[in-house]
């Protein structure tokens, strides 16, 4: 069964800090993997990585994916109040209609 | 260029009733999905449609539950006879093509009581 399983659940840090957000995913055949921020409301999209190695960076957020280990992470560099947020990650399987699987979320706060 | 949008944002039901979600994709979308978020939970597909067709209806509830998206006008969800366990967000996304990111409407909080 596919699935996509992100790590940790939660994790609270001080503004300032780095922080390493994780994916990783069984998929029956890849195609894509996405990263959303989601506050309260709806998620907006971050960044899509489809091939391994290549960084995709947007201010202080990078994220690169691992097909042979079949993980992603998300960094974010000199964390603010206002990235706390729930981290999703969805992977797209060419498979499933290009359905998009998604992780339950990392719940990121940040405190001052 | 407007974002996806959905109406409306909050909608209260009383239980039996039905329940009728509205999006509209972004300029030049022909792809549409919708989500349900639950409380403290993550996203689940619910169902995929391009324009006239139902693609992908693997997410969704058999009874009670059916979506649309016409040649014109807005896709819709619609739940009949709503249960207090309909209570959720639904979240309608677009997309170009369905390889393509998908970007989100604002939601509809359904609350039924």
């Known amino acids: 069964e596919d699935k996509v399983v992100q790590s940790p659940l939660s994790l609270v840090v001080h503004e300032g800090d780095t922080v390493t957000l994780n994916c990783s995913y069984e998929v029956t055949n890849f195609r894509s993997l996405l990263w959303y921020k989601q506050e309260k409301k709806a998620p907006t999209f971050l960044f899509m990585l489809?091939?391994s190695g290549i960084e995709k960076k947007s201010g202080r957020l990078s994220s690169i994916l691992d097909k042979k280990e079949l993980f992603s992470i998300l960094n974010i560099t000199a964390t603010q109040t206002g990235d706390s947020a729930v981290y999703l990650c969805a992977v797209g399987d060419m498979d499933s209609n290009y359905q998009l699987i998604w992780g339950a979320g990392t719940k990121l706060i940040i405190k001052p | 260029n407007a974002g996806v949008m959905q109406n409306p944002r909050h909608l209260v039901r009383r239980r039996g009733q039905e329940a009728r979600l509205r999006c509209s994709p972004m300029k030049g979308h022909s792809h549409v999905y919708w989500y349900r978020q639950l409380p403290e939970e993550g996203l689940k597909f619910m169902v995929y449609l391009q324009k006239e067709n139902i693609i992908d209806e693997s997410g969704m509830p058999k009874e009670r539950f059916s979506a649309e998206f016409p040649k014109e006008g807005p896709s819709i969800l619609r739940i009949q006879q709503v249960v207090r366990g309909d209570s959720a967000a639904y979240f309608c996304?677009?997309?170009?093509?369905?390889?393509?990111?998908?970007?989100f409407g604002p939601g509809t909080r359904l609350t039924v009581t």
């Open positions: 996304a677009s997309s170009p093509s369905r390889t393509n990111e998908q970007y």
């Open positions: 489809t091939s």
